[in-house]
């Protein structure tokens, strides 16, 4: 079964489709984005949309945020998500490598993630892939 990974230029109701399947395996808070919402992260000049397909079908996506800051170019990974029905065949492994080889030739000098603690396998595989923790503190604020 060949994985095939590549950025969505276009979305059409299987793409829709795919995330209102990915979405609530990822995150029971947020809902599935529309074709609208998912067309402006397409349209977005920072951000690539990567799908992955294994025997054709979407199982995995992820979005790669690329953006310019004053001390150099800078990559983050975030939403990544692999369909239960394809874990074990290689799809995170593979779109992860991609979205870094797009972030290298972009210029970035490292790429970022975040990752729940409780997400055991993803945790495991970003460690094989040679993504180290950083002894950092993450905030986010949420407004009022």
């Not at 690329?66 to 074990?88: H, K, L, M, N, Y």
């Not at 972030?103 to 409780?118: F, I």
Request: proline share 5%; glycine share 6%; hydrophobic share 40%.
């Amino acid at each position: 079964m060949a994985v095939e990974i590549a950025p969505c230029e276009v979305v059409d109701e299987e793409v829709v489709d795919a995330f209102g399947h990915l979405i609530p395996q990822l995150s029971r808070s947020s809902p599935a984005p529309t074709m609208e919402q998912l067309q402006e992260i397409v349209d977005h000049d920072a951000c690539t949309l990567l799908i992955a397909r294994l025997d054709n079908r979407i199982v995995a996506s992820m979005t790669l945020v690329i953006f310019p800051i004053p001390t150099g170019i800078r990559a983050w990974i975030e939403d990544v998500v692999v369909d239960e029905s394809a874990r074990g065949h290689g799809v995170g492994d593979k779109i992860n490598r991609r979205a870094i080889e797009i972030a290298q030739e972009a210029g970035a000098k490292s790429v970022d993630l975040t990752s729940r603690p409780s997400r055991d396998a993803a945790n495991r595989l970003y460690q094989r892939m040679g993504f180290v923790a950083r002894e950092t503190n993450v905030y986010r604020y949420e407004g009022e």
